[in-house]
């Protein structure tokens, strides 16, 4: 496992572009769930781990400065894995004098996450595409965790026709349900446990959607009896995958998405469900062609 820190490092990775070079851009600070996308990226080809903590994803007032940077941490628990490399640069490295390109979003950035947080995935687009450029990977593999991010970053590649294919990976959770973030460590042990709601909720709603509800007023009415155990909720969204509308009624590939304010974290946490006539199956996001 080698440690590369400058685009010239980079240089290092020639030898293993014969297969198909996989990357798993994280912002460090790693678990059980970025982990879960190294094995599985390690089963593309060659894995390339990045580690930047992008500031350009963080308005002003997030929490930029408080997130945890520990890459002695991330080196240790990567190297049972072996990924072929981790790539830890700084902001130079990725943004140079900071005034160059950036990248805007298309309609998936439309709600949600973007609304909440203005600018998060013009940083998300200009992060990733700056890493694409740098490490030249043939697969990238991102979390389904983030949903929102899979689908905007998803739109990029297609509209601009990115020669890199996109894998995503289901989430990873604590016992109790909870989706593992780099956040979960701003919990103290009350708002730890509180925290397990998002996932209650979600899993109400599926239950639902499993015993034929397609209101999606009572899906989002599911999940909202359970968030109050949270302290606040940002939005509780149903989204159709395929074209990102807010359906009365949920049909076809639909997104579950939540956030919530627990103790000091924001939360996120989502399911992704495949509604059909018969019933309504967990699905990916990616690989399924159309826009993503
Ligand atoms: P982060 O560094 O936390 O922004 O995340 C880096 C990548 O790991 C993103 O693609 C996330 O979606 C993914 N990820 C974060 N948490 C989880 C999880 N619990 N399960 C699966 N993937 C995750």
Known sequence: MKLLRTAEDLGTLDSLRDGNLTVVPTMGALHEGHLSLVRAAASHGPVVVTAFVNPTQFAPGEDYDAYPRDLQQDLDLLAPLAPAAVFAPDT???????????IQPGRYAEGLCGADRPGHFAGVLTVVARLFGLVRPDVAVFGRKDAQQCLVIGEMVADLRLPVRLVDVPTVRENDGLAMSSRNRYLDHAERARAACLWRGLSAARALAQTGERSAARLREAVAAALADADEIEYIQVRSVGDWTAPDRVTGRTLLAVAARVGPARLIDNLVLDITDD????????DHGGNA
């Open 92 to 102: 130079a490295t990725v943004y140079g004098d900071g005034r160059g390109v950036t």
């Open 279 to 286: 019933g309504a199956a967990p699905c990916g996001l990616l």
